[in-house]
């Protein structure tokens, strides 16, 4: 069964910078698609970015477009989220998911991992 697991959180000061991780094991075989979801308090889970399984074709949701990048690295079977310009609205945390399609519905994701907290705050 696939596993994910978040890793890089943290606390940055606004316009710092936070790599997260999102690793997967078990069952690797497939090249599933890894989409970035964030939660922050008090609000529902939104979608953040994605990356497609074959051919790596990504996509951002419009806040972070320009700051955020998400790339990944099949041979560690690791995805990463490189967060640069954080903003205090960018505080929440931070989960990965895996399914067929880079896509922005959460419904289209099977597998989660626990998340990771990122707090951007001065």
């Known amino acids: 069964q696939l596993q994910l697991v978040e890793s890089g959180g943290g606390l940055v000061q606004p316009g710092g910078s936070l790599r997260l991780s999102c690793t997967a094991s078990?069952?690797?075989?497939?090249?599933?698609?890894i989409g970035w979801f964030r939660q922050a308090p008090g609000k529902g889970r939104a979608w953040v970015a994605c990356?497609?399984?074959?051919?790596?074709?990504?996509n951002y949701a419009d806040s972070v477009k320009g700051r955020f990048t998400i790339s990944k690295d099949n041979a560690k079977n690791t995805v990463f989220l490189q967060m640069n310009s954080l903003k205090p609205e960018d505080t929440a945390i931070y989960s990965c998911?895996?399914?067929?399609?880079?896509?922005?519905?959460?419904?289209?994701?099977?597998?989660w991992g626990q998340g990771t907290q990122v707090t951007v705050s001065s």
């Open positions: 998911a895996a399914g067929w399609d880079c896509s922005r519905a959460r419904s289209d994701y099977d597998r």
């Open positions: 078990g069952y690797t075989q497939y090249s599933y698609a």
């Open positions: 990356i497609s399984g074959r051919g790596g074709s990504t």
